[in-house]
C-alpha cells in the first residue's frame, strides 16, 4: 500500500558527496516523519538522519555537521545530503515514512535500500 522508491547510492571517495533520494507513494493521508537508517556487514541498523513534517531534524552525533536531511511534504519526498563522507559511513542506507493511510490505518515502512560505498 505504501512504497517507497529510493536513489542515489553509489561509489564516493572519501571527503566527497553523495546525495540520496526517497518518494512515498501510495493512499498516504498523512506523514509523520521520514526518515534514513544504515546496515554494514555484521553491524546492526542505525539512524542516520530522520525529519518530521513539521520539518524538526534528528542526526546521531556519528553524521551531525556532515548529513543534513530535508523534505518536500508535497511530493511525499526526503533527501539526505551527505558530505565529508568516510569510509566509516559505507553502509546500506534505507529510508523509512510512518504516518497514516486515508483510511486512518497507521503504517511505518521501509524502502528496498541503497549502497553507499566510500573507498578511494
Known amino acids: 500500500q505504501v512504497q517507497l522508491v529510493e536513489s542515489g547510492g553509489g561509489l564516493v571517495q572519501p571527503g566527497g558527496s553523495l546525495r540520496l533520494s526517497c518518494a512515498a507513494s501510495g493512499s498516504i493521508f498523512s506523514i509523520y516523519a521520514m526518515g534514513w537508517h544504515r546496515q554494514a556487514p555484521g553491524k546492526q541498523r542505525e539512524l542516520v538522519a530522520v525529519?518530521?513534517?513539521?520539518?524538526?531534524?534528528t542526526y546521531p552525533d556519528s553524521v551531525k555537521g556532515r548529513f543534513t536531511i530535508s523534505r518536500d511534504n508535497a511530493e511525499n519526498t526526503v533527501y539526505l545530503q551527505m558530505s565529508s563522507l568516510k569510509p566509516e559511513d559505507t553502509a546500506v542506507y534505507y529510508c523509512?515514512?510512518?504516518?497514516?493511510?486515508?483510511?486512518?490505518?497507521?503504517?511505518?515502512?521501509w524502502g528496498q535500500g541503497t549502497q553507499v560505498t566510500v573507498s578511494s
Open positions: 525529519i518530521t513534517s513539521g520539518g524538526s531534524t
Open positions: 523509512n515514512a510512518n504516518g497514516a493511510l486515508r483510511g486512518g490505518v497507521v503504517f511505518d515502512f
